[in-house]
């Protein structure tokens, strides 16, 4: 494939030193003197590509070592093994060259003042990143248009909502043009409608703008949106990487069965039939479609017995719990 | 060009905390008056022209002077630097093509200068209508700005290397807290060092805080030697602006290391 490439990314290894403390007073206290230094690894391994606009994204549980990649990629850490490039910089040796092409939002944190309105802080960085007047009053009327946020962006920042917060956080860090924007769970609490608006923006942003994205989120919605690709890491080890499609093609034609039933009813041992939970008075049964119709199941279950019947395809969220259980 | 724009922007900021901003200002006010009420009490008492070669008035501009500047070197990078990390964005900050420490400084810059158009000069012009001019020359005056110039760079600098502190333990609270006790106790807030014992006074002489407050104001009040006070402040800045660099970038190698 002829695309750009954006950030490569080869055999990336990161580890912290931190120490183990038992709990109690005592062993406070004898930590002050003797601490039990223990490495901890955050990153093993990690090799991708991510090419021009595109919406890459990276997954997994809390600490799994999405932050500590995105710092890498950003330069804030250092790696202790492996090689990484990213707009053609490496990063933790560039970070000030490579951060005038680069965006990033931390969903968690703000980068405003909080007692003024966000357009005082957009003039701020416009001086710190040396925009141009032009550009910034066009890259401005853009966003404000985009987002619907004409009014919002002349409002203290600490009056507004989280989702309208967020869509003042995405403008200030799209005004100097990135070629590359970092997004750490930007959707994180916010309301369905404010979700949709925020991916809406951010489609049309990589569309039009050839802006590459690079996307951590605990939101499946997010990824199946917005992301072709994407990388799960778990416990720092890269346990996936490739087509969003992909993933859910693996557990294509898997459906979950949820009968309700009193008294007794008689699970049929079939090829393609796997029961996951079994309750009183209710189990869960998976479907392998491509081994077993579910019509002969429900035949074959089917009962005076049976309350209540539930079907349900197999979700990208109900994917990745699997693969973080080890369960494929 | 562009620190000029900062600095408007950043003021701009400042301006948004209007009672904080006014308050300590009333408070300082307040502690002039119950110092000068003290000092009156004590030269009234005890018939004496002058102690210490400080006279009653010199004594009240002493304190109106030393406590204006204390207001205008009152620098806090190393609370904001401590904000910054542990609740903030300081991740962020590292990631704008902008130095981070000079960042800092343009952001205290941009306070002090609000605070002596705003507060610092309209307080000394009242001060003035109340209790007449202060014991200075032109020359001395002129020199006092310069000294407090220097003394403001001075600050900055051990601030900033304060500030690097909390890069190396988890919180640098009580350590700011133990620097500033001990600062009150040495920088002639309370009383002009001389009253100090001799000998106390002579280590000071050597130490980088008197430099800050008290000496300054002794130029301002022509009851110093210019040069002299230049002198130690610039050997002083000399010393500490390389070191406060060392500083910051062994906090840089250790964020890089094992992130904040």
């Known amino acids: 494939m002829d695309r750009e490439e954006v950030i490569s990314v080869k055999e990336i290894s990161k580890s912290f030193r931190t120490y183990k403390k038992e709990a109690g007073l005592l062993n406070t206290l004898k930590s002050i003197f003797r601490r039990n230094w223990i490495r901890k690894r955050v990153l093993h391994n990690i090799s991708f590509e991510v090419y021009k606009g595109e919406i890459f994204g990276i997954l997994g549980p809390n600490g799994a070592g999405k932050s500590t990649l995105i710092k890498i990629l950003s330069g804030i850490l250092y790696p202790d093994e492996g090689f990484a490039k990213v707009l053609g910089y490496i990063p933790w040796k560039d970070r000030k060259k490579l951060s005038k092409h680069v965006g990033i939002i931390f969903g968690q944190k703000s980068q405003l003042f909080w007692d003024l309105p966000a357009i005082d802080s957009f003039e701020l960085l416009k001086d710190i990143y040396g925009i141009p007047e032009k550009e910034y009053e066009r890259n401005l009327r853009v966003m404000v248009e985009l987002l619907d ?58 569309k039009r703008r050839k802006t590459t994205f690079i996307l951590t989120t605990h939101d499946m919605k997010d990824v199946e949106e917005l992301c072709e690709r994407c990388i799960i890491l778990d416990k720092g080890l890269q346990i996936f990487l490739g087509k969003v499609e992909d993933l859910k093609k693996y557990f294509w034609g898997r459906k979950v069965l949820t009968i309700k039933y009193e008294d007794k009813i008689n699970i049929p041992k079939i090829k393609g039939l796997k029961v996951l939970k079994a309750e009183k008075y209710k189990i869960r049964l998976e479907v392998d479609t491509k081994q077993v119709k579910i019509k002969s199941v429900l035949q074959k279950i089917f009962s005076p017995n049976v309350i209540d019947i539930e079907i349900q395809s197999l979700d990208l969220e109900e994917v990745l719990k699997r693969i973080y259980r080890k369960r494929w | 060009m562009v620190a000029f724009r900062i600095i408007k922007n950043l003021a701009k900021s400042r301006l948004a905390y209007k009672f904080e901003f006014f308050g300590n200002l009333i408070f300082s006010i307040l502690w002039i008056l119950l110092l000068v009420v003290i000092w009156q009490a004590v030269f009234l008492f005890s018939n004496l022209e002058s102690i210490e070669g400080f006279t009653f008035h010199d004594l009240i501009f002493y304190y109106i002077i030393i406590q204006l500047i204390r207001h205008g070197l009152d620098v806090d990078i190393s609370y904001r ?12 900050f590292l990631l704008k093509p902008i130095s981070f420490p000079i960042f800092c400084f343009l952001d205290d810059l941009s306070e002090k200068l609000v605070n002596i158009f705003l507060k610092i000069l309209p307080t000394f012009l ?16 002129l020199f006092g700005i310069i000294s407090v110039i220097f003394a403001y760079l001075l600050m900055v600098l051990i601030d900033f290397m304060l500030s690097t502190l909390i890069f190396f333990t988890k919180s640098s609270h009580g350590i700011f ?63 500490f602006f390389p070191l406060s660099f060392f500083l910051w970038h062994l906090s840089l190698k250790r964020i890089e290391g094992a992130g904040v």
């Open chain 1, 149 to 206: 946020a004409k009014e919002i962006i002349r409002k203290p920042v600490r009056t507004l909502s989280l989702g309208e917060r967020m869509k003042c956080e995405l403008t200030a860090s799209l005004l100097h043009n990135p070629k590359l924007v970092f997004l750490d769970e930007p959707t994180i609490g916010l309301d369905i409608l404010a979700k949709e608006s925020i991916r809406k923006f951010i489609r049309k942003i990589a």
């Open chain 2, 126 to 141: 009242v001060f003035v209508l109340i209790f007449g001019l202060p014991p200075s020359t032109l020359t001395s005056f």
């Open chain 2, 81 to 92: 630097v401590e904000q910054l990390v542990r609740y903030g964005n300081f991740v962020s």
């Open chain 2, 177 to 239: 807290d133990v620097f500033q006790t001990g600062l009150h106790l040495i920088d002639g807030i309370l009383f002009p060092l001389i009253f100090f014992p001799e000998k106390v006074y002579s280590i000071l002489l050597y130490l980088p805080f008197p430099y800050l407050t008290f000496f300054p104001t002794l130029v301002f009040l022509n009851k110093a030697d210019f040069l002299n006070v230049l002198g130690f402040q610039v050997v002083w800045i000399l010393l």
